[in-house]
T-cell receptor, first 113, second 111 residues
Framework: NAGVTQTPKFRVLKTGQSMTLLCAQDMNHEYMYWYRQDPGMGLRLIHYSVGEGTTAKGEVPDGYNVSRLKKQNFLLGLESAAPSQTSVYFC????????????FGSGTRLTVV | DQQVKQNSPSLSVQEGRISILNCDYTNSMFDYFLWYKKYPAEGPTFLISISSIKDKNEDGRFTVFLNKSAKHLSLHIVPSQPGDSAVYFCANVDSWGKLQFGAGTQVVVTP
């Protein structure tokens, strides 16, 4: 099925461990985004990319790094996980318009203990 | 500073009646406002949008109203159905396609 695929779906990390979340889209979208969702706060933008090889910071970028080496993939890295990074992470992609053509993945639930 | 606010965390409505969800914003510079629907363990899915140059947009059972002078938008669902039970987010979008979401409203449609 066409869309946005996130791996893994669930993960438990110990404080200080590192991991990479993978987002893959097969719609040839230029723009890709990483959001986190926390209770009572909606979704907040971590980092985004407007094309292959480009990345930019969003609203809450601290503690995260990203890479967009290939157009279809957008990786989110946690170098040293902290309990404050316990959240549900969503990846989204968009062709570049503003009127709603965003596709979200099903999310990665990350718990840092 | 949250620029998009949904002040009602939850809404319960009877099947067949109207659901009205509200959203306030502070920054008038955005071109589009969007509504997303989210079921548990799934990503948000796009529902309906409205351009800042319009005051109403309708798509089937869903209508979004924009009141620019009040910096307020609302989503009407008529008639409400059990499958509408979900969390609804309003969002604005900037020229880079970055979405800024409200905190969401949990809608429960009862029989």
């Amino acid at each position: 099925n066409a869309g946005v695929t996130q791996t893994p779906k669930f993960r438990v990390l110990k404080t200080g461990q590192s991991m990479t979340l993978l987002c893959a889209q097969d719609m040839n979208h230029e723009y890709m985004y990483w959001y986190r969702q926390d209770p009572g706060m909606g979704l907040r933008l971590i980092h985004y990319s407007v094309g292959e090889g480009t990345t930019a910071k969003g609203e809450v970028p601290d503690g995260y790094n990203v890479s967009r080496l290939k157009k279809q993939n957008f990786l989110l890295g946690l170098e040293s996980a902290a309990p404050s990074q316990t959240s549900v992470y969503f990846c989204a992609s968009n062709f570049g318009g503003q009127d709603g053509g965003y596709t979200f993945g099903s999310g990665t639930r990350l718990t840092v203990v | 500073d949250q620029q998009v606010k949904q002040n009602s965390p939850s809404l319960s409505v009877q099947e067949g009646r109207i659901s009205i969800l509200n959203c306030d914003y502070t920054n008038s510079m955005f071109d589009y406002f969007l509504w997303y629907k989210k079921y548990p363990a799934e990503g948000p899915t796009f529902l309906i949008s409205i351009s800042s140059i319009k005051d109403k947009n309708e798509d089937g059972r869903f209508t979004v109203f924009l009141n620019k002078s009040a910096k307020h938008l609302s989503l009407h669902i008529v008639p409400s159905q059990p499958g509408d039970s979900a969390v609804y987010f309003c969002a604005n979008v900037d020229s880079w396609g970055k979405l800024q979401f409200g905190a969401g409203t949990q809608v429960v449609v009862t029989p």
